[in-house]
């Protein structure tokens, strides 16, 4: 798939329309880039539409302006949308791709045709203890990569991957994110606690890897209770990335929900 630079913003995204009437939209975790999503974009590049983006900061979307925030993704995407015709689509999210992905289905609930949120929590129902800890962990991974890139990209494969092969994949991806693009991530928090979940008019799958952190297990059994018409899914030898860890299994479970 070829680059595409938006015009009204910092976004870079790809598209193939080698499918049928129906899209899909990927959005990655931090400090990689679209290309986590490769194995998926194989797959169904003959049975959907595709379009995925390099969220603010990372790949080719670091040409920024000043002011532009990570919780500006939504319109950004939005407006892509507008730009293609496309008028729904089917979304996944991964990690931070997951919490955007849900600020965007809050924000523009009419154009999603389901959502699938992997290694992620409940933006509208996160707990404040959670919170708390998640962000302690963040400025740790943080402190590494201001002292070596090396180090930090290290340290955060093993923490988003389960399977050799993914955390060597994650590593290439993770050594080109660029310190200065920490600063896009400050503004997480304003997507938070934001929005009150309503009636979803799309079907909803959330989950991760069985070897995912704790706190992550914990975050889904607690959206589970929130929202309990939502599908869950536990995938077997994967961790926090489970579309970069299991691929296949992945793959299966997506078109199942899909179908």
Known sequence: MKPIKSADSPITYYVSRNGRDEWIL???????????????????????????????????????????RIDQMSKWIFDILKTENIDKVHIVGVS???????????????????????GGYDINHFDGK?????????????LKAFISVKWFAKANKKISAYTSQAQNDFYDMNILFPKKSFMFLAALHHMVNKYETGQRDYPLLIGCGKFDIPMELEAIKAWKNSEPDCKVVLFENAGHCVNMDVPQEFNKTMEEFWA
């Open 130 to 142: 959670m919170k708390n800890e998640n962000s302690a962990k963040q400025k740790l991974m943080m």
């Open 96 to 118: 931070l791709g997951a919490v955007l992905a849900q600020d965007f289905a809050n924000q523009y609930p009419c154009a999603v045709s389901s959502l699938a949120c992997f």
């Open 26 to 68: 990927f959005i990655h975790a931090a400090f990689v880039n679209h290309n986590m999503f490769k194995a998926q974009f194989e797959y169904f590049e003959n049975k959907y539409h595709i379009l995925a983006i390099d969220i603010i900061g990372h790949g080719q979307s670091t040409d920024t302006r000043k002011g532009d």
